[in-house]
């Protein structure tokens, strides 16, 4: 079964616009945390924020922060100011309990228009 | 900072052949795993170690063998190369097992199996 879920496969923004990439997630571990990484057409995969499962307080570094709803097993991500350098594929990923692989979604490709 | 360093970046081989794809970390992280990406389907795990000496399958093994000998070392083997096998491949590292540690990749291998 899929434990990630983007539903977005290509989303556009305006320059200086906020944008929401959406992410659900599926597990039965009380434990865990959500990842998001940015990968641009350079190829590589680039960590951008990390929420954990028992955080109280949604994430936040610098323009980017998680929107996290844990009843509703949702971890989007929200990237404030958009700018031309945001363009890339964002991926969310998952990791339960201990000891266990990170898990991936599909990813959203982003394109920010000036 | 080296961080994670994966050779070839790129590389073509024949059906049936087999090569190794090489990945180093000298972060002293005990977690390494390997996943590779297509697209439209985000990234998978083939192999993972969660120290020198111990390894174990993921998502997708099939075709694939791997060793940890070190810590710094995680090598994936290709027996026998098939088209399937065409795809992005990325190393990564995390210090330790726990769910609130963020993976970081390597560059990538871009393999073509013709």
């Known amino acids: 079964a899929q434990k990630i879920t983007q539903t977005q496969p290509g989303m556009f923004v305006q320059e200086k616009e906020a944008v929401t990439l959406d992410c659900t997630y599926d597990?039965?571990?009380?434990?865990?945390?959500l990842f998001w990484y940015k990968q641009p057409s350079s190829g590589e995969m680039i960590f951008l924020i990390y929420?954990?499962?028992?955080?109280?307080q949604n994430a936040t570094e610098g323009r980017y922060s998680l929107n996290f709803q844990k009843a509703r097993k949702s971890a989007n991500l929200v990237i404030s100011a958009s700018q031309l350098g945001d363009s890339a594929m964002y991926f969310c990923?998952?990791?339960?309990?201990?000891?266990?692989?990170?898990?991936f979604g599909a990813g959203t490709r982003l394109t920010v228009k000036p | 900072n080296a961080g994670v360093t994966q050779t070839p970046k790129f590389q073509v081989l024949k059906t049936g052949q087999s090569m190794t794809l090489q990945c180093a970390q000298d972060?002293?992280?005990?977690?390494m795993s390997w996943y590779r990406q297509d697209p439209g389907m985000g990234l998978r795990l083939i192999h993972y170690?969660?120290?020198?000496?111990i390894t174990d399958q993921g998502e997708v093994p099939n075709g694939y063998n791997v060793s940890r000998s070190t810590t710094e070392d995680f090598p994936l083997r290709l027996l026998s190369a098939a088209p399937s096998q065409t795809s992005v491949y990325f190393c990564?590292?995390?210090w330790g097992q726990g769910n609130n540690q963020p993976q970081h990749f390597g560059d990538g291998t871009r393999l073509s199996i013709l």
């Open positions: 990564a590292s995390s």
């Open positions: 597990t039965s571990d009380q434990s865990y945390g």
């Open positions: 929420q954990g499962s028992y955080d109280e």
């Open positions: 990923a998952m990791r339960e309990g201990v000891g266990n692989d990170m898990r």
């Open positions: 972060m002293n992280h005990e977690y």
């Open positions: 170690s969660v120290g020198a000496g």
